[in-house]
């Protein structure tokens, strides 16, 4: 069958859009522009960052706060470092390549020993490092004035996180206190209720991690 002249530019027209449209999905995706971050989402069935914790884990809105990275959240409130070795599955199943994890304001407020949570979290690193995770730990954030009598016990926990961070290189430790605290204890205007985080509160945790999220 002869094609006519309409045919052939019909033709050739749908062909350029295709070396158009293919070229421009190389481009997005070498130079990282929109919309690679949709595409890069729909094709990869597994995430690059996973923020592991309790309430104040769950309650933040990782993807919003992080648009170009595909995070998974598991912070399950009321949750505590004995719990997360529970669940350890879940977070696995992420595959992701980084694990933010910040744990131990609950097992403070049932009465856990510092060293047992700590014990806890030894666990919880050498787990997400066996199964090659980059390991981030996040200090436990200081309570406001309404629960300021675990502050005590939560300054000796990141004690404790601080120097196996310094002892051992296999995670990195975060202090969320530099930037959410004065005079040791939780500013108010960044929690509603001298435990969780507002808006402005979890924005100062996103410009202190924004750097290692990458």
């Known amino acids: 069958m002869r094609l006519n002249s309409s045919n052939k530019q019909w033709i050739t027209a749908a062909c350029v859009s295709l070396i158009l449209l293919f ?15 949709a595409i890069k989402r729909f094709i990869s069935p597994d995430y690059e960052v996973v923020f592991i914790g309790d309430s104040i884990t769950n309650m933040a809105s990782w993807q919003e706060l992080f648009p170009s990275l ?34 131990g304001t609950n097992d403070i407020g ?7 949570i700590v014990e806890n979290y030894k666990k919880i690193i050498s787990h997400l490092a066996a199964h090659g995770m980059q390991v981030y730990v996040q200090s436990t954030i200081l309570a406001g004035n309404q629960k300021a009598e675990r502050n005590k016990k939560i300054m000796a926990l990141n004690n404790q996180l ?7 290189n296999s995670f990195e430790y975060i202090d969320l206190n530099t930037g959410l605290t004065k005079d040791s204890v939780l500013e108010a205007r ?3 209720d001298g435990v969780h985080l507002n808006s402005s509160g979890y924005a100062v945790w996103k410009d202190m991690i924004k750097n290692y999220v990458k």
Request: aromatic share 10%.
């Open 70 to 103: 595909k995070s998974a959240n598991r912070g399950i409130p009321g949750d505590t470092a004995e719990g997360v070795l529970k669940r350890m599955d879940g977070i696995y199943s992420t595959n992701a390549r980084k694990a933010f994890i910040m744990i």
């Open 110 to 116: 049932i009465g856990t020993e510092v060293n047992d």
């Open 23 to 37: 070229l421009y999905g190389v481009i997005t995706v070498q130079y990282k522009i929109p919309p690679f971050n």
């Open 162 to 168: 601080k120097k196996m961070a310094d002892e051992n």
């Open 190 to 192: 960044y929690t509603p």
